[in-house]
């Protein structure tokens, strides 16, 4: 087991499954995200932050995601490294470029943004709603008017747009490289995958860009 997870293949194994996990959480954090948009004061974004605190089920899936994230960065450190060690000699650009994307060679670039971003991202929520106690409380701002104050910053507003961005990209190519890492692609299944990768980008592109453009623009959170 350590030899498969010191090997090559054993960290590319782990990339994928850790990277797809984290596909899921995207998923989860979304359909959070989305209650916001329920016209009710905030009254369901609240309920459910409050359900994720209290539940020692989510708590503890929480400390799992934590660790997947790391792992998939450690990982990613990795490979890059043993990547650029193998390829002393640059590629002539003209021929990778004919064969792979920027963003597909590039995915440690992409990853690194997304990694400052989610810090940048607890520390502005999870920090002051989970830690430090200032949002939440009584005669405090609640945690959809929180949301709300953030995004109606221009610069993270546009931070967290470009975040999403690179975050899509990533998943563009991540998705259906997940699977070919894990041997579930072959020839015929590859290009329904690259679709399936490619929607499901999409769709947390749209998902997560929305919020900082309905919020900057004041098209959204009118009730809280
Ligand atoms: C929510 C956040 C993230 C998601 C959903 C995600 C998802 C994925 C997926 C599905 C893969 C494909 C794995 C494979 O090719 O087998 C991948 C690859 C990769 N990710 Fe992420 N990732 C995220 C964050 C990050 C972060 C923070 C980094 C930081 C460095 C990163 C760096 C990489 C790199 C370098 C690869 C390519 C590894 C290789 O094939 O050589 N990712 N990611």
């Not at 020692?56 to 490294?81: C, D, G, M, N, P």
Request: proline share 3%; glycine share 10%; with cysteine.
């Amino acid at each position: 087991m350590s030899n498969f997870l010191s090997s090559s293949i054993g960290k590319k194994t782990v990339m994928a499954l850790t990277g797809l996990f984290l596909c899921v959480f995207l998923v989860e954090h979304l359909y959070g995200n989305l209650l916001l948009y329920a016209n009710d004061g905030g009254a369901a974004f609240i309920e459910y932050s409050h359900t994720l605190v209290h539940s020692i089920l989510i708590r503890s899936i929480e400390v799992v995601l934590f660790i997947a994230i790391i792992v998939h960065v450690v990982q990613a450190v990795y490979l890059t490294k043993q990547n650029s060690d193998a390829r002393p000699v640059k590629y002539s650009v003209n021929k990778v470029n004919e064969t792979s994307t920027w963003f597909s060679r590039n995915m440690g670039i992409t990853g690194s943004f997304i990694l400052f971003f989610i810090v940048v991202h607890l520390y502005h929520y999870f920090v002051p709603y989970r830690i430090m106690d200032t949002v939440g409380g009584p005669g405090q701002i609640n945690v959809a008017q929180a949301v709300k104050i953030g995004l109606q910053d221009p610069v993270y507003a546009g931070f967290y747009f470009f975040s999403v961005c690179l975050l899509a990209f990533h998943l563009n190519h991540g998705f259906q490289g997940a699977f070919q890492t894990l041997g579930l692609s072959n020839k015929r299944y590859a290009p329904f995958l690259k679709m399936a990768g490619t929607g499901f980008a999409v769709l947390m592109f749209v998902g997560f860009a929305s919020f900082p453009v309905l919020f900057y623009f004041g098209l959204a959170g009118g009730t809280f």
